[in-house]
């Protein structure tokens, strides 16, 4: 993955807008280590292979960076997204990597399902 590149996500954002695109969003604040203390509230959201068609989208920011996608009936949201990727399949590939390099939250769309 590289560093955000506003220009390119939002131009991707832009060619998924009005068509069905499946969805991953993921947050974790550490959830996937929390047996290694017991005192660390761990939260965390995750869906794959959601259908959407959003209306329209924006990435704003100085960084990181947020994402929105405008739903018919509501928004899909992420925030603290700093590295992105747009791979040989076409689909968006966005990560928020923490302090230490490791993910806090990732939104990636695509026209086909995610394996």
Not at 101 to 109: D, F, R, S, T
Request: with cysteine; proline share 3%; net charge negative.
């Amino acid at each position: 993955m590289e560093e955000m590149n506003t220009m390119q996500v939002q131009q991707v954002i832009n060619q998924f807008a009005g068509k069905k695109v499946f969805i991953h969003l993921e947050t974790t604040n550490g959830a996937y280590a929390s047996h290694k203390d017991e005192t660390f509230f761990s939260a965390g959201a995750y869906i794959r292979n959601g259908e959407i068609c959003y209306e329209h989208g924006k990435i704003v920011g100085d960084g990181p960076y947020r994402v929105g996608l405008k739903l018919p009936y509501g928004w899909v949201y992420a925030e603290g997204l700093t590295h992105f990727e747009i791979d040989h399949l076409g689909r968006l590939l966005l990560a928020g990597l923490d302090f230490d390099g490791k993910l806090a939250v990732a939104l990636e769309l695509s026209e086909t399902p995610f394996e």
